[in-house]
């Protein structure tokens, strides 16, 4: 693996790691019952704070695709996961959440033209097989809307995801950019349904401050800038591999920060998830188009669009 790739790698794989940590912070310090709220707060600031910076806005065809790419990866996912968040026990939740690679993988063949190896399905197995045998245990019956607002998160984020690499970004926009439009547009999308369903905002405590706080600079504006700057470079499937390091993240500060314990079967199954997403970065580095680097749609060889791993996008970057 090259050393910018692996840097590459590891960069993005820092927003994985910082989503493993949302659901001690939401059941640690955030008001009960609120996901709309939540979500709102999380995405709307750190959305308008990543377009102060950036300082572009969206044109043409792109008002309309960042406005579905908000929709699916922050304006639906998010209300989604803190209400499974709320209604699950976290490594319920997670368990659920480890079927993403196999999801991303299914949808690369329907959007991307991707056909997936055997190894890739081999590992996407043995990720979610690892993730489950780390973070579930024996419990009552579970909540079916839980369970249902956990499908259909990673329904919403792994779509956004294989849009987002079918799509790419307008020539001349970086990921920053491209992150604020996506916030802006999910946190816009939130804001009426937390005011219909939950009504006016809750009384927040200091605590409260500060998880909402590093849930939208840390969690979010910084984390989903390093995602989808890794979209952008890495193929959907190296990047949604990299998913399975959440419920890992959230199991160690369970037993860092908890006090949970961690079995020897837990450390068997971190041994096997981890594996499979280290096996989910092998895949030869997909290579960028012209219009990634600012060059000239001329400049790309026919040759090149019809044998590179994502079809031709150039068309759809107004």
């Known amino acids: 693996m090259a050393p910018n ?40 600031p750190a959305g308008l704070l990543l377009l102060a910076l950036a300082r572009v806005l969206p044109r043409g065809a792109w008002w ?13 996912f998010f209300p989604l996961l803190f209400l499974s ?14 079927i993403a ?34 973070v579930l245990k024996a419990a009552g019956a579970l909540d079916p809307l839980g369970v249902l607002a956990a499908l ?10 294989v849009l987002t690499q079918r799509w790419g970004r307008p020539e001349g926009v970086g990921p920053l950019a491209l992150t604020g439009w996506q916030l802006t547009a999910g946190g816009l999308l939130i804001a009426p349904l937390a005011l219909l369903i939950e009504g006016a905002p809750p009384a927040l405590d200091a ?10 600079l840390v969690n979010t504006a910084v984390a989903y800038w390093l995602w989808f700057r890794g979209i952008g470079r890495l193929t959907a ?40 997403t280290m096996a989910g970065q092998l895949a030869p580095a997909p290579r960028r188009k012209a219009f990634e680097r600012g060059e000239p749609e001329r400049s790309v060889p026919r040759h090149r669009e019809a044998t590179d791993c994502r079809p031709s996008v150039a068309a759809p970057c107004e």
């Open 5 to 44: 790739r692996a840097t590459l790698i590891a960069l993005t794989a820092l927003a994985p790691v910082s989503w493993g940590t949302t659901y001690a912070v939401t059941t640690e310090f955030l008001p009960a019952d609120r996901p709309l709220f939540t979500g709102l707060i999380r995405a709307l």
């Open 207 to 216: 605590p409260a401050v500060g998880g909402y706080l590093y849930l939208a």
């Open 152 to 161: 259909a998160s990673i329904a919403s984020m792994s779509t956004g995801t």
């Open 101 to 134: 690679p196999l999801c991303v993988v299914g949808l690369s063949v329907l959007l991307l033209g991707q056909r997936p190896t055997g190894r890739t399905l081999l590992a996407g197995t043995v990720a979610a097989g690892g993730v489950s045998l780390v």
């Open 237 to 276: 499937t190296q990047v949604t591999f990299l998913g399975p390091l959440s419920p890992l993240t959230a199991a160690v500060v369970g037993w860092a920060v908890l006090g949970e314990t961690l079995t020897p079967w837990q450390l068997v199954g971190m041994a096997l998830a981890f594996g499979a």
């Open 64 to 76: 309309w695709k960042a406005s579905v790419l908000g929709a699916l990866n922050i304006g639906a």
């Open 85 to 98: 968040a709320y209604r699950l026990p976290g490594g319920t939740a997670a368990a659920v959440g480890s």
